[in-house]
């Protein structure tokens, strides 16, 4: 998978392709709420571990019943890259 930024083109397309997801400045974000700090806690470990396993490490925030999920590619400057339009994919089918 490719470290060269996205054109904002190819980010607009990939977003309409992933529901939720947001651009806020270099970063694709998208935050989801659970019934509890729980089973947010669990999302996020479910989480941590698909991005261990994809080599690409979203961060994580959990406030008590939310977790945001917030990716960026910092070999490619901090921008947004096919890594994190497929982590966002592969974290919306986790969670959703």
């Given amino acids: 998978m490719s470290d060269q930024p996205l054109t ?10 992933l529901p939720g997801w947001t651009l806020v400045g270099d970063r694709l974000e998208q935050t989801w709420t659970f ?31 939310k977790l945001r999920v917030s990716t960026t590619t910092h070999s490619a ?5 096919a890594k994190d339009t497929d982590l966002a994919r592969a974290v919306g089918e986790l969670l959703e």
């Fill in 35 to 65: 019934g509890g700090h729980l089973q947010a806690l669990a999302a996020a470990t479910a989480v941590g571990f698909l991005n261990e396993q994809r080599g690409h490490h979203a961060d994580l925030t959990v406030n008590y019943d």
């Fill in 77 to 81: 400057g901090n921008k947004v890259s």
């Fill in 8 to 17: 904002d083109a190819e980010i607009e397309l990939a977003l309409s392709e």
